[in-house]
């Protein structure tokens, strides 16, 4: 997705019980090489769960996909090796990358005694997919969605060009939405607001849960909102366990986790997520329905190719990621 621009909308409320720790399973030996360059082959398989050893990877074939800057002067992105299966429902895709540390840090409040600064990052990876034939996707990717010609960063913008072509996107996130089990369902359309560089971006609809920003929403000087009833020093903060902030049971240097996390129920939440980091690598698995009657997803039709993109950052957001640089296209076996 070259030189994609990833911005955030906090005002809406997005956004899994906590993924399992330790090591992530490996995977059964095997995973042949594809048979076509940039080929995604899904294997079929009696059913599909988010199990990142499960027997029947052994049997799909891997794709490693190099990554490149999205960003004129930054270095390279790690190889993502993807692996896909179906069964008479959903489609499920493994992917592993290296990244040296587990980021859990987006825009983590931290009391210095007299006030709060706020900073952090996260990784992630995403997927754009097509919504319905797209014959410019087929043959560019994301080079089809990304608007960069401009030599002023701030005017980049990524989305299509006609309100009749949209985009479906997969936007996994280490700190905001894998830590409750999911994976943030969005999309692109075209550029509504010619001043507003983000308003291709839309959120599925949701109708409960997601992540929400932890602010008390001041003009100056603002603070948390709330505050974890169990655990000050962690850094996530799951819905269940909030409480009102309390500036008194905070001492120097303590933080204050910067959203408040629950499983989104609708279609924000229809991709369900997997991902367990150790050793110096994610391996993450996601899976969603192959047609979730929803008209904001792609369908994903066994025996139809699709084209498809990815992104990949390492405690960065924004335009700051790696992009897959050719046109990927997920096949069916």
């Known amino acids: 997705m070259k030189r994609l621009l990833f911005v955030e909308t906090l005002a809406i409320a997005l956004a899994f019980v906590v993924a399992a720790c330790g090591a992530p399973a490996a995977a059964p030996q095997g995973g042949a090489s594809p048979a076509k360059p940039n080929t995604l082959t899904a294997v079929k398989v009696d059913a599909t769960t988010l199990d990142a050893a499960a027997p029947y990877w052994a049997q799909a074939p891997k794709l490693d996909v190099s990554t ?14 993807i692996q896909a299966a179906y069964d008479g429902q959903y489609i499920v895709i493994r992917s592993e990358w290296p990244d040296a540390t587990n980021t859990l840090t987006r825009n983590t409040w931290t009391w ?9 990052q996260e990784d992630f990876i995403s997927f754009i997919w097509p919504i319905g034939n797209n014959a410019a996707f087929a043959s560019k990717g ?80 603002p603070s948390p909102k709330f505050m974890s009833s169990k655990d000050l020093k962690s850094l996530l903060l799951l819905d ?92 069916w076996k």
């Open 142 to 221: 994301c080079a089809a969605t990304c608007h960069n010609t401009s030599t002023k960063q701030e005017e980049w913008w990524m989305g299509s060009d006609s309100a009749d072509v949209r985009y479906d996107g997969w936007f996994w996130m280490s700190a905001r939405t894998n830590p409750v089990g999911y994976t943030n369902d969005i999309g692109w359309i075209n550029l509504v607001d010619p001043k507003d560089m983000g308003s291709p971006r839309v959120t599925d609809a949701v109708e409960s849960g997601g992540f929400v920003n932890n602010t008390d929403g001041a003009a100056e000087n």
């Open 112 to 120: 210095d005694g007299a006030k709060f600064t706020r900073a952090g």
């Open 68 to 81: 490149i800057t999205a960003l004129p002067g930054k270095p390279g992105g790690p190889t993502v090796s």
């Open 240 to 331: 269940a366990d909030k409480v009102a902030f309390d500036k008194t049971k905070l001492v120097a240097g303590n933080t204050v986790p910067g959203f408040v996390l629950a499983k989104a129920v609708g279609s924000l939440g229809d991709v369900e997520a997997n991902g367990v980091w150790a050793n110096g690598k994610w391996v993450l698995v996601q899976r969603r329905l192959l047609n979730t009657s929803h008209n904001d997803d792609a369908v994903l039709i066994p025996s139809k190719p699709t084209p498809f993109g990815i992104a990949v950052a390492d405690a960065a957001g924004d335009a700051d990621h790696k992009i897959s640089q050719e046109v990927l296209t997920l096949e």
